[in-house]
């Protein structure tokens, strides 16, 4: 009887390992990775408290917190009852804002979602520097100084604050661990609910309502502060996942000089990250 050809046995293993080496490679091939965040990017479990960060130079630089400044300011504002409740409506005055959606009556609820300047700049004036400091103070917010424009001290002020202030500023405020009541801290957080009447998803064409992944809900607050040396840009918030999970973060991008960049990169950058994360 014919024996096999010695090489064939060895041609049929080679092929063999071919195979599965191939298969192997498949296997353990990586996932793309996520586009590098430009500035900070600061992410916490609150139920263990861990906390990824990616730079931790530039999550400890002290920066203007523009329009995110808007969370505190609305606790204050509530907790003072300087404003009443979310729904209480405020009487545009007339005058013409660069943001059409400002130019209308506004309420706490609609101008968190619109981040419209005026109602807050009229609600500082009422609740005045000593009371805001003292509050800032409290909240541990940054370096607390309300000094200067009543109306600005959170733009061109020197109000400052760093991502990781920022970040343990949320993770208290979304453990229930501020110094406010149940009842403002849940007004507060409903107004952070994203959905695609808010600025962000109509400025920067980003649907922050979702649909995300597994029925997340994502709350946050956009801030843009314009510089002749290079935008600062913000977005900060809370995940809600599927199974109960939570997670605060905070992005924060300050750009090189030049022309202004759509969407802000902060959120671009964030909605990545969280995306990356597997929590969107």
């Not at 293993?13 to 793309?32: D, F, M, N, Q, V």
């Not at 807050?120 to 003292?134: C, D, L, N, S």
Request: hydrophobic share 40%; proline share 7%; aromatic share 6%.
């Amino acid at each position: 009887m014919p024996q096999p050809h010695p090489f064939r046995h060895a041609r049929a293993g080679l092929l063999a390992l071919a195979t599965l080496a191939s298969t192997l490679c498949t296997a353990a091939e990586p996932k793309p990775a996520a586009p590098a965040h430009p500035g900070c990017f600061l992410l916490m479990d609150l139920a263990t408290g861990t906390v990824t960060r990616n730079d931790a130079a530039k999550c400890a630089k002290r920066l203007v917190p523009a329009s995110t400044f808007k969370v505190p300011h609305a606790l204050i504002a509530l907790e003072t009852g300087v404003v009443s409740s979310t729904d209480e409506v405020r009487k545009w005055d007339g005058t013409k804002h660069r943001v059409e959606m400002w130019n209308q009556d506004q309420t706490l609820d609609t101008s968190m979602r619109r981040s419209a300047l005026w109602f807050f700049q009229g609600t500082a004036k009422q609740i005045g520097k000593k009371r805001m400091e003292e509050w800032l103070k409290r909240f541990r917010y940054g370096n607390a100084d309300t000094s200067g424009d009543i109306t600005r001290f959170w733009l061109g002020g020197p109000l400052r604050v760093s991502p990781d202030e920022q970040l343990a500023f949320l993770a208290r405020m979304y453990k229930g661990e501020l110094p406010v009541s149940p009842k403002t801290l849940e007004a507060v957080k409903a107004t952070l609910v994203q959905g695609p009447d808010t600025v962000a998803s109509i400025r920067d064409g980003i649907n922050m309502g979702g649909p995300w992944k597994d029925g997340a809900v994502l709350s946050a607050k956009t801030g843009t502060y314009p510089h002749a040396e290079g935008d600062i840009t913000w977005l900060v918030g809370h995940v809600a996942s599927s199974g109960g999970r939570s997670h605060v973060f905070v992005s924060a991008v300050q750009s090189p000089p030049g022309k202004s960049v759509a969407p802000q990169p902060a959120l671009a950058s964030a909605i990545e990250a969280l995306t990356a994360h597997g929590l969107l």
